[in-house]
């Protein structure tokens, strides 16, 4: 005789044979859903981190468009005092302007 599974759809000679597949059936569908469990979980963690830089990344462009905002208005002011303003470049902590012929000069000396 016969005894066919529910669970695994396949016919067996003997109950013990059937009772024996049918636990290792629910002993992989178990595995199966302790996988797609744990991948939820993993891809919620992952949701969270990239929610987390998303946040981090708007703190950050609010305080670099506050920062632009601030220089802006530094620069306009000086302009509105003296009438222009020009970038500098610090040598040694000593401020020093430097001029078209000091660009000449060092790109020279790189030949």
Known sequence: MLYTSEK???SYKTVKEL??????????EQE???LVTEKKERAKEIEEARKACGEVRAKAKSMIEE???????????????YGSY?????????HQV???GDLIESFLKLW
Do not use: M, P, R, W
Request: glycine letters at 4%; zero cysteines; hydrophobic letters at 30%.
């Open 86 to 94: 020009h970038e500098s470049y610090y040598n040694d902590g000593k």
């Open 67 to 81: 920062a632009d905002a601030k220089y802006d208005e530094l620069v306009s002011k000086f302009i509105d005092d």
């Open 32 to 34: 199966k859903k302790a």
């Open 98 to 100: 430097v001029t078209v």
């Open 19 to 28: 009772e024996s597949a049918e636990k290792e059936f629910d002993k992989a």
């Open 8 to 10: 695994t759809g396949k």
